[in-house]
Each structure stands twice: as C-alpha cells, then as structure tokens.
C-alpha cells in the first residue's frame, strides 16, 4: 500500500516513539510496535483471538 509523506512521516515517529517505550520496560515483559494489518497483529498473538 502506499502511504503519503504524511503519513509515512506519522508511521515512523509511532516506530521512535514506542521503541523508547519498550526501552523504558526494565522487566521486558510488553513489547510496542507497529503492525501494518492484521495478519500481522495476529501472527504477533499467535492467531490468538
């Protein structure tokens, strides 16, 4: 698919900004990122739903 600039440009600050969150997670336990569909968001659960 593709993006405009915009939001290409919002896609890569959301990446920054949760890289620093699970930066933050001492323990490691929660993980942040961004999915593009959810195929993806499933494959991260395992096809968990």
């Known amino acids: 698919m ?3 600039p915009s ?4 896609t890569e600050c959301a990446r920054k900004f949760f890289a620093r ?3 933050k ?3 490691g336990e929660v993980t942040y ?3 593009t569909d959810y ?6 659960f395992g ?3």
């Open 39 to 44: 195929g993806q968001l499933m494959s991260l």
């Open 21 to 23: 969150l699970s930066e």
């Open 2 to 4: 593709k993006l405009r």
């Open 7 to 10: 939001e290409e440009a919002k």
């Open 47 to 49: 096809g968990l739903a």
């Open 33 to 35: 990122d961004v999915v």
């Open 25 to 27: 997670d001492a323990a």
